[in-house]
């Protein structure tokens, strides 16, 4: 039998024999090693500890050590539910039940549920959990497995659609019950700690408005009772924060059925904020000599078909017939400044070039994923395209990381750093490739940044590096980016005269120091649960008069004091104590209360969000601090601590 590579995460290689298991290969690293494993990291992908081995590969051993291994004991967790579901409503069909980031999931047709039906279910699971079935592999052919499902729709085209080209097919086996899935999974129900049926759901099926509607019940699991109640107590601290609740709440956005799904209205109390995080983004644009572009909404799909993306993005795109030809809403920003580029006549001496716009773009994604500002039809991209010469990559992304890092210092934003590298599906030479993905890791390493590597997970013209944001759910989110591409420059004819009077190509660097404004302004309504920086704020001061004997007084602090900033006087007849909560209620950052005291001094009392205090206040003691607080662009308001 031919020996295979296996190379380790720590670089070293070890030799086997083909057809050697995941779990085989462990025992040859040691036999502590063999006994603990649950399943492999195979070329990026998770598999059953008995997966074979049939070419070099990487390979990562999972342990209940490591952080995938609670991705597989949900995925155990899915098949209890199919099979607490199934005891109780045996005419049940379920289609699909992956793990999630908070848990599991699984689809499920012919029965009726509601949320009350949950709590029966859950102690059904929790009696297969207690029995502690073992999970067995087994290995059927397709026409078994067409016989098993006769009367599963679903699983029959799962089989004929994505069951691959092998003449069999894996189930997982606990008890009399049986699911068609690839795994991997625990050895036995009575590793899963802690489980809880969350929520119930309609979804199309395969995401799909045109298909069947079918029930999905979410859940999570954990490996014990005490890792549960702190994701449960932190999912109930994230429905407060909840960016959509708070949008409402203080009239940020709204995202109303008859203008459509995923194209978000901003009010103007959200588009000031945008307009403070545009204006923070612009000006580190300046400060690095970008130049600012505006590309249209709509492109012929020649563009498309030229930059690559036509291919590769046609079945997320808005297509539009018009007098017979067909045009796109753009779902991305970078063809149109290839465009640009490709207008001028360029030197070294000119090189880099800069480009920046905040452009608005589109991507159909499935109805099924819409959820307020975190996955959407229309959003804009603080977008920058830099086009350089090759051995000057290293130095621009070293400066665009830098940027990042301002930005993520500034919002006080807790993320996580992959390196994603070369897909299955690229383009370019190896020698590209393994330049840029060398010159990319020296930039993280020389910034000190602790980063994970995404093997096979950049984009088909480059790499890239990744910054995801954590949400109040400690989810992750996708912000920053910097990419490197081969491939457009390529696409569109790019060049530029070098010191040695010869056309080169330039490398083409894609970045964004947000992401898009949606998730970026998303992430930090939750971050900052609705209190904005003073800078941000939409309204940053609130004048509260004790009487309507006092609202010139209110209206000569806002005109004569206090014009620069966003001031809004509440002069509803109202009491003093219902005027402080509800500027309370609207996390204004700052309110002033005035009377007949406060007036006949020239002075404020200062009250914060957070009901800290202070009386007699000199005007412009106060206004000085608000104005070094909004310039320094200051997390919290800090004027009641001073």
């Not at 679903?154 to 019950?177: H, M, N, P």
């Not at 590793?191 to 999570?220: F, H, M, S």
């Not at 996580?416 to 070369?422: F, G, I, P, S, Y």
């Not at 897909?423 to 993280?444: F, N």
């Amino acid at each position: 039998m031919s020996e295979i590579v296996v190379t380790l995460p720590d670089g070293s290689e070890l030799e086997v024999e083909s057809g050697a298991s995941v779990e085989d290969v462990a025992y040859e690293i040691g036999p502590g090693l063999g006994s603990d494993t649950v399943a492999g990291i195979v070329d990026g992908e998770l598999a059953d500890k008995s997966e074979p081995l049939r070419e070099d590969c990487e390979l990562v051993i999972v342990t209940d050590q490591s952080s995938e291994y609670l991705q597989v004991l949900r995925h155990s967790a899915a098949h209890v539910f199919g099979q607490a579901l199934q005891r109780l409503y045996p005419d049940a069909k379920l289609a699909i039940g992956p793990p999630t980031d908070e848990g599991f999931y699984y689809d499920v047709a012919g029965v009726d549920l509601d949320s009350d039906d949950l709590e029966a279910i859950q102690a059904e699971m929790e009696s297969i959990i207690e029995a502690d079935y073992d999970i067995e592999r087994v290995e059927r052919s397709r026409e078994e497995a067409l016989d098993v499902y006769e009367d599963n729709e679903y699983k029959r085209e799962i089989l004929e659609t994505e069951a691959g080209d092998e003449e069999t097919v894996s189930f997982y086996v606990q008890d009399d019950w049986q699911d068609l899935c690839q795994g991997p999974h625990v050895d036995s129900t009575g590793e899963i700690g802690a489980v809880k049926l969350l929520n119930i759901a309609a979804a199309y099926w395969r995401g799909d408005e045109e298909n069947d509607t079918l029930t999905r019940i979410y859940g999570t699991a954990f490996e014990s009772e005490a890792d549960l109640e702190t994701f449960l107590e932190r999912r109930e601290e994230a429905k407060e924060r909840d960016h959509r609740k708070l949008g409402q709440e203080l009239d940020l956005f709204s995202i109303p059925d008859v203008t459509g799904p995923g194209l978000p209205l901003y009010h103007p109390n959200g588009k000031a904020i945008l307009r403070e995080l545009e204006a923070f983004v612009d000006g580190l644009n300046d400060e690095q000599d970008y130049e600012f572009v505006e590309t249209p909404h709509l492109f012929r799909t020649e563009l498309w078909k030229q930059s690559g993306h036509y291919e590769n993005y046609v079945d997320d795109m808005f297509l539009l017939d018009v007098n017979d030809e067909e045009y796109g809403l753009k779902p991305m920003n970078c063809p149109g400044h290839a465009t640009i580029f490709n207008q001028g006549n360029w030197s070294y001496r000119d090189l880099p070039i800069r480009y920046a716009e905040n452009g608005k773009v589109y991507r159909k994604e499935q109805r099924g994923e819409l959820s307020g500002l975190s996955r959407v039809w229309a959003f804009t991209i603080d977008d920058g395209h830099l086009f350089v010469e090759p051995d000057s990559i290293e130095r621009e992304v070293d400066t665009i990381m830098r940027q990042i890092n301002e930005v993520l210092e500034t919002f006080d934003l807790d993320y996580e750093v992959a390196l994603a590298t070369r897909p299955e599906k690229s383009v370019g030479s190896d020698e590209i490739w393994e330049q840029a993905e060398s010159q990319l890791r020296d930039v993280l390493e020389s910034s000190g940044m602790d980063y994970d590597v995404e093997s096979g997970d950049g984009a088909f013209y480059g790499p890239k590096i990744d910054f995801a944001f954590e949400d109040a759910l400690g989810r992750n989110w996708d912000g920053p980016t910097v990419q490197l591409d081969f491939n457009m420059p390529e696409r569109f004819d790019l060049s530029y005269t070098g010191e040695d009077n010869e056309e080169h190509q330039p490398v083409m660097i894609h970045r964004a120091l947000y992401g898009s404004y949606e998730r970026f302004f998303m992430v930090l309504i939750e971050h900052f649960n609705g209190n904005f920086p003073t800078w941000l704020a939409p309204e940053q001061v609130r004048i509260l008069p004790v009487s309507d004997d006092n609202v010139g007084y209110a209206k000569q602090l806002k005109n004569r004091y206090l014009s620069e900033f966003r001031v809004e006087i509440e002069d509803r007849s109202w009491t003093v104590g219902k005027k402080i909560q509800t500027a309370h209620d609207d996390r204004v950052p700052y309110m002033l209360v005035v009377g007949d005291d406060e007036e006949g001094a020239g002075t404020v009392s200062v009250r914060d969000r957070f009901e800290a205090e202070a009386k007699a206040v000199d005007v412009e003691t106060f206004r000085s601090h608000l104005e070094s607080e909004v310039e320094q662009k200051r997390v919290e308001p800090d004027f009641i601590g001073e």
